[in-house]
């Protein structure tokens, strides 16, 4: 079924095309739903206090009851992890979630605006949703990755970024909790990563040397 | 709308069909041509709307601004479509739960009412506010002003009648505020819709008023705004405070959003916090 198999195996030695674009890159996008929170938790566990990128993390959760992970992540992690708030100004330093029960926009501007618009399929916040808009105001410089989850959400969005030869990629299938999500991205777009769950941990890790690199080479 | 439209984002799912320049002219026209001034609002979320409304209609941006300049009736749509009119009632029930812990009480104490519902869109929030009222024996001497840019939903919102499916979670949001007893004292079920009680439509008043270019029209003892500032951007914002600011009566209430708050402006030391995570203020100064 998967055709594509781009995987990545020594990422210390990123593909060149790919290399390229974590260069340019000024944003990470994140994505998932069920079965993906433990994964997003050690990722953002696990990137250092100067990550070179703002990251926003799109999760779908319910309202209910109210969760705390990034509260519980902010006081574990180096980097600062928040709720996105409306009109907040993006920055790098920052792990933003989006707020339950509410889209996350990006202004071109640079700032968040929430929104209280109609559920995407079900869906508020919707992956596809801030997916689209952050890749409206960055237009290539997106990276965006998708992890496991129960439903189609993010497809579109991962499409949409690759549309406008931004990065993406999923988590491998096989190794997600829940494939749907993988899955119906890779059925939409020719996602340029397939990564197992070490090797997501090591594309993150290379995105801190590759920028922090070309930052110090300048200085 | 509060029923829930779940339109799919087809052919602009995956691609790009407005930047953000054009929408800044479509902006731009349509307040030459109509008046209506859209340059506050956020372009982000404009740009979702845009994008939806050529969608549904299969339009390509000259078309649109064609129909906008030729078609009132279309006119009418664009505005409804590019709004976000999305509601409930007794969303966030925390919310409504300090209203009528830490306010009602307050609120109790002045003679007469008057109660502000800006941007009410399809009424949902006003008679939240009208049934908060009632359970606390005050809805007699209160009067609720519900505003809104768009007629449409304000004829829903005067009409009072929702889908009944809609109830099973309105009422869910009820019981979660606090309240005694059941929403379904408040309206009566008639096939599938609910219509809200006539007892508590008496005491009200819905009308267009727009946040942008309207002024001060009464004084209030309590006005509630939410989810209308978060489609603005900061100026304009504050430009609405300040609004409201001159449209209270002293110690009268203002009700936010629960993800917009007064931020640091010179007109947030008027104002006392009742409660932080709400964003209920009161006017002190
Ligand atoms: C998301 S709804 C909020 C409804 C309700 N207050 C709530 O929180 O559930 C936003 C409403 O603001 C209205 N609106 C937008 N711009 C406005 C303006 N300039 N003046 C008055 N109302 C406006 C829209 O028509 C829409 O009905």
Same mark, same amino acid.
């Given at each position: ?219 | ?40 609002? &956020? ?7 845009? %994008? /939806?409304?050529? @969608? !549904? ?5 000259? #078309? =649109? +601004? ?75 001497? &209160? ?7 768009? %007629? /449409?939903?304000? @004829? !829903? ?5 929702? #889908? =009944? +499916? ?75 405070? &300040? ?12 009700? !936010? ?29």
């Amino acid at each position: 079924m998967i055709k594509r198999k781009i995987f990545i195996k020594k990422l210390n030695n990123l593909n060149k095309d790919i290399e390229k674009r974590v260069r340019e890159a000024k944003v990470l996008l994140l994505g998932c739903s069920a079965g993906g929170f433990g994964l997003v938790y050690d990722l953002v566990l696990g990137l250092p206090e100067d990550f070179p990128l703002p990251v926003i993390v799109i999760i779908h959760r319910s309202k209910k009851y109210r969760s705390s992970m990034e509260e519980l992540l902010d006081s574990k992690s180096r980097i600062s992890v928040k709720l996105a708030e409306d009109k907040e100004q993006i920055k790098k330093g920052f792990v933003y979630f989006a707020p339950p029960d509410y889209h996350l926009l990006l202004e071109p501007e640079g700032f968040f605006t929430l929104d209280t618009s109609e559920p995407v399929m079900y869906c508020r916040p919707s992956i596809d949703v801030t997916f689209q808009s952050v890749a409206d105001v960055y237009q290539e410089n997106v990276i965006a990755l998708l992890f496991s989850g129960a439903n189609a959400d993010g497809a579109d969005g991962l499409a949409y970024i690759q549309a406008k030869k931004g990065l993406v990629g999923v988590q491998n299938p096989e190794a997600a909790e829940v494939r749907t999500m993988p899955d119906a991205a890779i059925g939409r777009c020719q996602v340029d990563m397939i990564l197992s769950n070490s090797e997501i941990f090591s594309f993150i890790g290379s995105i801190a040397t590759v920028l922090n690199s070309v930052k110090d080479g300048k200085d | 709308m509060a029923e829930l439209r779940n339109r799919n984002f087809l052919s602009s799912a995956t691609a790009d069909t407005v930047t953000f320049e054009q929408i800044d002219e479509l902006v731009e026209w349509v307040k030459r041509i109509h008046g209506f001034d859209f340059s506050g609002y &956020s372009r982000a979320s404009l740009k979702r709307r845009v %994008t /939806r409304i050529m @969608d !549904l209609h299969n339009l390509t941006l000259f #078309d =649109l +601004k064609s129909l906008l300049v030729n078609d009132y009736a279309f006119f009418e749509e664009f505005i409804i479509e590019i709004t976000v009119n999305v509601t409930e009632m007794f969303r966030d029930p925390g919310f409504y739960r300090a209203v009528r812990e830490k306010v009602l009480p307050y609120l109790a104490s002045f003679q007469r009412i008057k109660v502000w519902n800006a941007g009410c869109s399809t009424g949902q929030e006003l008679y939240s506010f009208a049934i908060l009222l009632a359970k606390e024996n005050l809805y007699k001497r &209160s009067f609720l002003y519900g505003t809104d840019i768009n %007629t /449409r939903v304000l @004829d !829903l919102a005067k009409k009072g009648i929702y #889908d =009944l +499916k809609l109830m099973k979670h309105y009422s869910e949001n009820y019981l979660e505020s606090g309240a005694s007893g059941s929403l379904s004292d408040f309206y009566t079920a008639q096939y599938d819709a609910a219509s809200i009680n006539h007892s508590l439509k008496k005491n009200t008043l819905f009308s267009v008023h727009n946040l942008v270019s309207d002024g001060v029209f009464n004084e209030f003892q309590l006005i509630s705004c939410r989810n209308v500032l978060i489609y603005f951007n900061v100026e304009l914002q504050q430009k609405v405070i &300040s609004l409201f600011y001159n449209s209270l009566c002293p110690f009268g209430f203002l009700c !936010l959003g629960s993800k917009e708050s007064l931020r640091d402006s010179e007109l947030s030391r008027r104002f006392k916090v009742i409660d932080k995570a709400e964003n209920i203020y009161q006017k002190i100064e």
